[in-house]
């Protein structure tokens, strides 16, 4: 394994994390299975665990929480997420101070620890002024309960906008970002929020960088029932398109060639990207999980970074 520093932090994660959207919770409920593969992940030296309360609606935090609790903590790197909706509740989502600090605590609890390494604010949220945000992650870093903090999906003004008023505030500043980044999904990663977070001394965590499982193969010929486009209609239109496919399948061509799965190649094209710390994979079986790890073993070249990325549509 290989860890990288988040930003300028002192913070090193693994540049191959395991995160459980979708999966854990979801559509993977078997205890003894999530158990093998988080301690097989935590055996090959993966120490970023990274979560969300709206994932499965808190059970994925319950479910990872329960196996994580085994290893000792300060091996760990474990993150959460605070945004979306968790009831019908009107306080109960965005990024208010009574929202942040309540849901902060209900994850620590379905954890079962007593603080988070990373906290992210999974969106922004328009409703509530940036400095409100900004005060009530400021108070979990003085209380212990985060350690560093940061966003998910904001845009490179965004991220400006919030560092400012942190130094004008003398606030703790967002850390890092986890944008969606892959060989389909890239421009606005490459053209926005890379160098706006590299500029700010944020770290990058990355997640999807497989489309999905679009990159690995897995839908060349059709949507397997119980796949993860299989069960997000919107993802499926968005990502199984013709043309997309046909690209995936050229990509074949070029990991053959080099000896390695489509998947691998993808990965360490993610993780060869500029200020990337880490690569959140998922896993739902162990051979997954050892397969995206084989990522760590391949080298690429700047002109094979050209040719990987001159295969697919820039989007």
């Given at each position: 394994?290989?860890?990288r520093?988040?930003?300028?932090?002192?913070l090193?994660v693994?540049?191959?994390g395991?995160?459980g959207?979708?999966?854990?919770g979801g559509?993977?409920?078997?205890?003894?299975?999530?158990?093998r593969?988080l301690r097989a992940?935590?055996e090959?030296g993966?120490?970023f665990f990274?979560?969300a309360?709206i994932?499965?609606?808190?059970?994925?935090e319950?479910?990872m929480?329960?196996?994580?609790?085994?290893f000792?903590?300060h091996?760990l790197?474990?993150s959460?997420?605070?945004?979306?909706p968790?009831?019908?509740?009107v306080?109960?989502?965005?990024l208010?101070r009574?929202h942040?600090?309540?849901?902060c605590?209900k994850?620590?609890?379905?954890l079962g620890?007593d603080?988070?390494?990373?906290?992210f604010c999974h969106?922004?949220?328009?409703?509530t002024?940036?400095?409100?945000?900004?005060?009530?992650?400021?108070?979990?870093?003085?209380?212990g309960k985060?350690?560093?903090?940061?966003?998910?999906e904001w845009?490179?003004?965004?991220?400006?906008?919030?560092?400012?008023?942190?130094?004008q505030?003398n606030l703790y500043?967002?850390?890092?970002e986890?944008?969606?980044l892959?060989?389909v999904?890239?421009?606005?990663?490459?053209d926005?929020?890379?160098p706006a977070?590299?500029h700010?001394?944020?770290?990058?965590?990355?997640w999807?960088p497989l489309?999905?499982?679009?990159l690995t193969?897995k839908?060349d010929?059709?949507?397997?029932?119980?796949?993860?486009l299989d069960?997000?209609p919107?993802?499926?239109?968005?990502?199984?398109?013709?043309?997309?496919?046909?690209?995936?399948k050229?990509?074949k061509?070029l990991?053959d060639e080099?000896n390695v799965?489509?998947a691998?190649l993808?990965?360490?094209?993610?993780?060869?990207?500029p200020g990337v710390?880490?690569?959140?994979?998922?896993?739902?079986?162990l051979?997954?999980?050892?397969?995206?790890?084989?990522?760590?073993a391949?080298?690429?070249t700047?002109?094979r970074?050209a040719?990987?990325?001159a295969?697919?549509?820039?989007a």
């Amino acid at each position: 394994m290989r860890y990288r520093n988040v930003g300028v932090s002192g913070l090193q994660v693994s540049v191959v994390g395991l995160g459980g959207w979708t999966t854990y919770g979801g559509s993977i409920q078997e205890s003894a299975t999530v158990e093998r593969i988080l301690r097989a992940a935590f055996e090959a030296g993966i120490n970023f665990f990274d979560m969300a309360d709206i994932y499965a609606k808190g059970v994925t935090e319950t479910t990872m929480g329960a196996v994580l609790q085994q290893f000792p903590r300060h091996r760990l790197v474990l993150s959460s997420k605070v945004f979306w909706p968790m009831s019908d509740d009107v306080n109960d989502r965005g990024l208010s101070r009574k929202h942040i600090m309540e849901s902060c605590h209900k994850s620590l609890k379905r954890l079962g620890t007593d603080y988070l390494d990373l906290y992210f604010c999974h969106r922004f949220d328009p409703q509530t002024p940036v400095e409100e945000t900004l005060r009530a992650m400021d108070d979990l870093v003085h209380q212990g309960k985060v350690l560093y903090w940061g966003t998910s999906e904001w845009t490179g003004s965004q991220l400006h906008q919030v560092c400012g008023v942190a130094d004008q505030k003398n606030l703790y500043r967002p850390q890092v970002e986890q944008p969606q980044l892959s060989l389909v999904v890239r421009k606005t990663f490459q053209d926005d929020v890379s160098p706006a977070a590299t500029h700010q001394g944020m770290g990058l965590v990355v997640w999807s960088p497989l489309a999905s499982g679009l990159l690995t193969g897995k839908y060349d010929d059709g949507i397997p029932p119980g796949t993860r486009l299989d069960a997000m209609p919107g993802l499926r239109d968005q990502l199984a398109t013709p043309a997309l496919l046909a690209c995936v399948k050229k990509f074949k061509t070029l990991a053959d060639e080099l000896n390695v799965t489509r998947a691998q190649l993808a990965l360490a094209w993610a993780a060869a990207q500029p200020g990337v710390s880490s690569v959140i994979t998922g896993a739902t079986r162990l051979e997954q999980l050892h397969e995206n790890l084989g990522a760590l073993a391949v080298t690429l070249t700047a002109d094979r970074l050209a040719q990987m990325e001159a295969m697919f549509p820039r989007a």
